[in-house]
Every structure is written in structure tokens, then in C-alpha cells.
């Protein structure tokens, strides 16, 4: 490929607060990104973002159908050879775009994506395995959490550790808080599956990209800050989370022991948190497994 660094479009998919977009739209253009190659995907937001603002493109879905059918309702509107998704709750350094367009060309046609870090700067891990039931087991047990600094605990739970540093690296899949996608390979295999609502979406796209040979690379030498987490009600996400990943298992692995190992899970967590009690009379066992039960239940039909 020959593409220079300019010929890329950003995708920006929006719901919520304008207020927490327009600075990341500001940065682009601020620098150096022309604003018709920014497209904002209005996923049907309650306050809908401003047409016009800074020139900027924007679609407005007229229902909203989460992370996957924001991306594809933005992605009609590219006619750049390159497309990058970029989630608002990210901080990018100044040059960011030509520096990541020009370290992911050699690699091209891939699906590229930098390394990334929280705000404290610790590695986000964002490489990762093709998930496995196993891996969303080991993140439902509960007890495990305190041990979540231990490398054999990201290993478990599908973080590639071996991609880390500044190397650029081959790897299963990259985070979708940003990602440089090949457009017409992006088109070919049909974009995101808009039956993810949230989360597992990029991890499908990813897996159904390297059925046709195209590859997925950190590109270890440039790095963000990514905040995550956002401001949804955090068992709505869960649930929304989960159900994704059962929707994953559907398609690629088998929602049948996703169903069981988390069950499983459950349990474990319930004579846990049975043994906690006794030391702290406000943790509520019985009250925790039902609703982890529940979650399960709802998520699996």
C-alpha cells in the first residue's frame, strides 16, 4: 500500500454529552486533521450532536443499536482507504495520527491498533487472545480481583503478554477504543455484527479478518491514554457485557460452558463471600449469587 498518512478518516461513535466529544474532535483538528474526515456516528444519542460543528460530519441513527451499528453507520461515509474508530474517552499525543497511520502502513492491509495505557500509566493490555469461555470464568470469580496484578491472572483471563513494550507486535486482537481499519477489507466481510450491542463486537470483527489473512498488529512505538469504564450504570454494563459475550460463544466457541463455568463461578464466589460474612456481617452472599444468577439467566436467552 502507498497511502500517505492524510488519507485516512476518523469514526467517532457518539452517545451521550457533546461536551465529552467535542474536545477530542477539537485535538484533531487542531492537529492538522482536515474536519470533513472526521465523521460522527450518532447512535440516536438523547441530546444529539451538533450538525455542523467545526465542519465536522455527523450521521444520526434514528434507533440506537450500540458500539457495532454506531461504527457501520459512520463507516458508509468514509471514502478513504483507511478508517480509524477512535472512542472519546481517549487522550492522544500531538502528531498522533500521521505518526500511527505511518508506523501501520508497513503492515498493511491489517488491523492496527497502539499500545495503551490508563491515566496512572499502567499498561491497559490492549492485546488480546481470542476469547474462550475460560477466560470470562476466571474474570466472574470474584475472589480472584486482589490478584489481578499477577501476570498468570492476565494470562487467564486472555491478555497477550506477550505483547508488551514498544515493540510492534502480531496478536489475536486489538481493544476497539482504537482501531485503523483497511476500509474496503473492513466493507468485505461485512463490517461490525451489529447483534453485539456492547463489548466482544471488535474481538468477532477481528476473528472473521484473520479467516481472510489479514492481520492484527500493536504498534507497540506510540501509546494513549485511555480512560474506559464510562459513566453507565455499572450493572446495566455487566449485563450488556455479558450477553455479548454469549453472543460470541454462539458464533465461535460454546455458550453451553460459558453457561456452566459462569454458574460455576457463582457458586464459588457464594462460599466465599458465605466465609467473608462471618467476618463482615454487611456482605450479603445469598443476595450476590442471585443476582450473578440472574445476570447469567437473562444474558444467556
Known sequence: MTQAPSEVSV????????????PLIDFLIDDGLQAERIIVADDESPVAFPTGYRGVR???RERNGGFGAAVNS?????TTPLMLVLNSDIQLPYGFIDDFVAMSLPWMPAVTGPRMVDEKGTESFSARRFQQPSHHVVEWLSPLARFRH???LHRAVGHDM??????DSPVDWLVGACLLLP???FHAVGGLDESFHMNSEEVDLQLRLSLVGIPRVRIGRITLVHEGGGSTDSAKRRLWVTRSRFVYARKWTSARMLCAGLTAASFANLAVNTLRRARNPEVRPLSIVRDELQTIRQASR
Request: aromatic residues 10%; without cysteine.
Open 11 to 22: 469514526v467517532i461513535p457518539f452517545y451521550g454529552d457533546p461536551d465529552e466529544t467535542t
Open 58 to 60: 455527523v450521521t444520526r
Open 74 to 78: 459512520g463507516a458508509e461515509l468514509v
Open 150 to 152: 499477577v501476570p498468570a
Open 162 to 167: 506477550t505483547a508488551l513494550g514498544t515493540d
Open 183 to 185: 476500509t474496503d477489507w
